[in-house]
């Protein structure tokens, strides 16, 4: 039977609702979901092959066993108990800072998140690591500290913005916003709105803004100093806003009153006249910021970051309509872990706290590689292939040999499993229950549970199912009353009761509740992650509650079921809540109450960051790398390592060298030839393609590539190009945008 089904997109975290035309357990199909309430029928060319994603050869059916250099299948009770007795091993030698776990949900599902931490914890490891705290986390940092909660980083209100400015965004390519494309267009040919864009290369937004300021790699902490100094020097910023809302204003303004930002910008590379009239109209309009990548792994990311915040303090576009707004969200992106809480652990080695409850991937091979006693000995890592996502593939690949024990759950057999001691089958996006709780959208709340639309072709568990398992061989799941079994096959109504029961009468219960709610209510849905979007609902706080009825849900008792029906009634997806636009500043979590604009910690660095210093370091290595190569490029041909088959891209130019056409010519290069790009972490070989995507001294490589499929490797892994030290000095984020190489022809 033919069938249309409504799911959404997991190949970015825009994860835009789609169609898919199932035919014989196979995606045969997809279009656009025209009924989805966020995507209203958007969707790029990745969403449209989500096929390539589903049906491949990689697909792992059963667990395995690597036995000398071989995998071997075995039963998912051999493999779990052996995981387990493994891990126990490990823990009563080495003691809990010897295991970390990484990854926990990606791009298209995080409902394995809560069951895979409730297991670390109980375990009596911090140690997370997360892709997020390989981009994100100098941005969650920043707003931790200047409004108390580190989950409550802002995200521009594109639809009351009238000037928006996009800083290292190639929203075209990148999204990171809903419907992107129709979004920047239509902001494009607005006569009354105005679309800057501030970026090294005449991107595809670049190329659609009103205002392009090319400004010279790894110079944004710069330029953004010199746009709060003008600003200030000229009178332009908000003093009532300030004086209303803002918090150790005085501590940091001396840090611009004597600050030369004509040389800045000199040193910037951008005229100094054109500046200044983008700094006065982001002073006086409904101004709003969107930094991403570009900022978030480049020189100075955090301290960046933070500039920005100022910035936008003192124009008064923090909290306000039109401007940088704290998103609603039904379940938050990570945890507030504030270093200065000597709870946090910091890691071993490389002194690196938590950001969001996460843990730099780039710090992870020297937290391995190292010989002190509590290195880290075990890692479980799921939905995650650090061995081409993260910096350094080969400090990760000695790194991992090292270690004792390393167990992967996905559902494909990717470099990162290869390398693995046991290789758990895992569900696929489109063969289970699952959701994300990205807060990209404002003011509305916006949850899509997508359900199975392709049945399972093995072995397969729900990665929920396997962490529970294995929760369960380790002993940390308490005794199940009988009686909460017979609930969970009665009612939820009567379910929810017997539960409140059972956690009143065994306080352990609650440190293990996703898992308890997994072997009962879970069963009985058939879906873990289902089973725990209803027991998440029955406990929202006030303000989800408050959020909920502005949308038409009924308070009460009940409300938490009726939002949970409505999702399950809905496949199309549907808007949980809407925020109070008119109180956003609610949301501020400082003591004061108010946007606390000092951070002691960062004004040697703030006040460091200098025409003539910059000017000096920009100069580094220019001789052994004259060329500032850019590790990683959204484009419409890459989906992080999601996509294995290269099928996908047959025929396309997916994995090339782009160099500007004067470069190629300086260096008597041509297109389509073999050259050799060489950093101080490695070599590859690639293709070169003359591209007026990139600048003149800088070259591109796409990230996702160097994957292994059926005995060929296609593109090249550019991670081999980066080093896992080359970071952000609080973050730990890599500075993938700003790293030093040189081209040359292969003899």
């Given amino acids: 039977m033919n069938e249309w089904k409504k799911t959404g997109c997991v190949l970015c975290a825009q994860n835009c609702g789609l169609e898919a035309l199932v035919e014989n357990n196979r995606i045969v199909k997809v279009r656009p979901d025209k009924d989805n309430p966020r995507s209203q029928g958007y969707a790029c060319r990745k969403g449209l092959n989500i096929a390539y994603y589903q049906h491949h050869d990689q697909r792992l059916t059963h667990p395995l066993k690597k036995v000398e250099n071989d995998f071997v299948p075995i039963s998912w009770d051999q493999a779990l108990t ?35 931490l409730r297991l670390l914890r109980a375990l009596g490891s911090q140690y997370y690591y997360n892709a997020i705290a390989g981009e994100l986390t100098g941005l969650y940092w920043g707003y931790g500290r200047t409004v108390g909660r580190q989950y409550n980083a802002t995200i521009s209100d594109h639809d009351r913005t009238d000037m928006l400015v996009a800083v290292g965004w190639n929203g075209w390519m990148s999204h990171q916003t809903p419907q992107a494309r129709r979004y920047l267009d239509q902001m494009a040919k607005d006569p009354d709105k105005l679309l800057v864009v501030i970026d090294p290369r005449r991107s595809e ?45 005085n501590q940091v303004k001396h840090w ?14 951008l005229d100094y006249d054109q500046v200044r009239e983008v700094s006065r109209l982001f002073a006086t309009r409904k101004s709003s ?18 500039l920005e915040i100022i910035l936008l303090a003192i124009c008064g576009r923090l909290c306000v309509p039109g401007g940088n707004v704290i998103p609603g969200c039904l379940m938050t992106m990570g945890s507030h872990s504030d270093e200065r809480n000597p709870k946090y652990w910091r890691t071993v080695a490389t002194d690196f706290p938590p950001i969001m409850g996460m843990y730099p991937p780039n710090v992870m091979p020297e937290e391995i590689n190292n010989d002190r006693p509590e290195r880290l000995r075990a890692v479980l890592i799921t939905s995650s292939n650090p061995l081409r996502s993260f910096a350094d593939t080969t400090a990760y690949e000695k790194a991992f040999s090292k270690l004792d024990l390393l167990v992967t759950i996905d559902i494909a057999m990717t470099e990162t499993a290869m390398m693995s001691d046991y290789v758990l089958p895992d569900l696929s996006a489109y063969e289970r229950w699952d959701t994300t709780y990205f807060p990209l959208n404002y003011p509305e709340i916006y949850c899509q549970m997508r359900r199975p639309i392709v049945e399972p072709e ?19 799941i308490p005794t199940i009353s009988e009686s909460l079994y017979v609930a969970a096959r009665k009612s939820r109504l009567e379910y929810g009761q017997t539960l409140i029961d059972y956690v009143k009468s065994d306080p352990k219960a609650a440190a293990a509740l996703p898992f308890v709610v997994g072997k009962t209510l879970g069963r009985e849905m058939g879906s873990d992650n289902l089973a725990w979007m209803w027991a998440l609902l029955q406990n929202v706080p006030k303000d989800f509650r408050e959020n909920a009825a502005r949308v038409g849900f009924k308070p009460g008792l009940t409300l938490g079921d009726d939002i949970f029906q409505a999702i399950v009634d809905h496949p199309e997806g549907l808007w949980l809540g809407k925020v109070d636009m008119d109180n956003n500043f609610a949301n501020l979590r400082t003591e004061d109450k108010r946007i606390n604009l000092y951070i002691s910690e960062l004004e040697e660095w703030v006040c460091s960051i200098t025409p003539e210093s910059e000017e000096k370091q920009l100069q580094k290595n ?8 850019m590790a990683g490029r959204h484009m419409d041909m890459n989906a992080n390592t999601l996509m294995r088959n290269p099928e996908w891209n047959k025929g396309r130019r997916a994995c090339t060298l782009a160099m500007h056409p004067d470069d190629v010519e300086r260096l008597g290069l041509s297109d389509q030839q073999m050259v050799r790009v060489t950093t101080e972490s490695g070599t590859v070989d690639i293709e070169l393609e003359t591209s007026l995507a990139a600048r003149s001294g800088n070259v591109i490589i796409p990230h996702g590539f160097g994957l292994s499929f059926n005995g060929e490797v296609y593109g090249v892994n550019v991670n081999r190009l980066t080093k896992s030290t080359h970071r952000d000095l609080i973050a730990g984020t890599p500075l993938h945008r700003y790293v030093r190489c040189r081209v040359e022809r292969i003899s």
Wanted: proline share 3%; with cysteine.
């Fill in 82 to 116: 052996e995981i387990a007795e493994k891990l126990r091993s490990i823990m009563n030698e080495h003691g809990p800072r010897s295991l970390a776990f990484m990854g926990l949900g990606g791009l298209g599902g995080q409902s394995e998140a809560v069951f895979g």
């Fill in 458 to 476: 093995g072995e397969q568990l729900e990665g929920s199912e396997i962490l529970t398992r294995l929760a369960d061989k380790l002993g940390i």
């Fill in 205 to 249: 937004t670049a190329e659609r803004a009103d205002i392009h300021l090319p400004l010279r790699p790894g110079t944004d902490a710069l330029l953004t100093r010199a746009m709060i100094s003008t600003i200030l020097q000229e009178g332009w910023q908000n003093q009532e806003y300030i004086d209303h809302y803002v918090s150790q204003f």
């Fill in 622 to 629: 220019n001789r052994d790398y004259p060329f500032i190569l």
């Fill in 256 to 269: 611009f009153m004597g600050f030369d930002a004509r040389e800045a910008c000199r040193v910037c590379e």
């Fill in 289 to 306: 910021l969107h930094a991403d990548l570009g900022v978030l792994m480049g020189r100075h990311s955090t301290l960046t970051t933070y």
